[in-house]
């Protein structure tokens, strides 16, 4: 752990004194630049009652570059992929260094909550959440019960 950056050291310690509620990020114990994190799907949501796990891993060039993230769990989502890759701003262009791994985390618990199919990366689902987004939704329900119970 030592020959980490401060701030990997600092934000990983605050990630467990002040946990985000509804998501848990542990580092990994062979290699801190790796988190394991779970997602609870948030309420009012298709996703709710799932938790959904990711991974997370802070590159070399980490708070330069952003973190790279991905869905683990299968999810039915347009700005999600079926290789877990999201779709998300701030984990592209908008990344800025004054991000930290808790903003990201709190992005993608906000994504769940407000899929946006004008963004898709998932196109087929975007179709389907465009079309008929009662459909999708139940969809989105169904996978969840599938791949996302604990």
């Not at 605050?14 to 990020?25: C, N, S, T």
């Not at 796990?53 to 790279?68: G, Q, S, T």
């Not at 701030?90 to 963004?119: C, E, F, G, Y």
Request: glycine share 4%.
């Amino acid at each position: 752990m030592s020959n980490l950056p401060r701030r990997i050291l600092k934000e990983t310690q605050r990630l467990m004194q002040e946990p985000v509620q509804g998501i848990k990020a542990m580092p990994d114990s062979d290699n801190a630049r790796y988190f394991h994190v779970q997602v609870a799907g948030p309420k009012d949501s298709p996703f709710e009652g799932g938790t959904f796990k990711l991974e997370l891993f802070l590159p070399e060039e980490y708070p330069m570059a952003a973190p790279k993230v991905r869905f683990m769990t299968k999810i039915y989502h347009p700005n999600i992929d079926k290789l877990g890759r999201i779709c998300l701003d701030i984990l592209k262009d908008k990344w800025s260094p004054a991000l930290q791994i808790r903003t990201v985390l709190l992005s993608i618990q906000a994504l769940l909550s407000a899929p946006n199919p004008d963004d898709p990366l998932a196109n087929d689902v975007a179709e389907q959440w465009k079309k008929n987004e009662m459909l999708a939704i139940e969809t989105a329900k169904k996978w969840t019960q599938l791949y996302a119970k604990m």
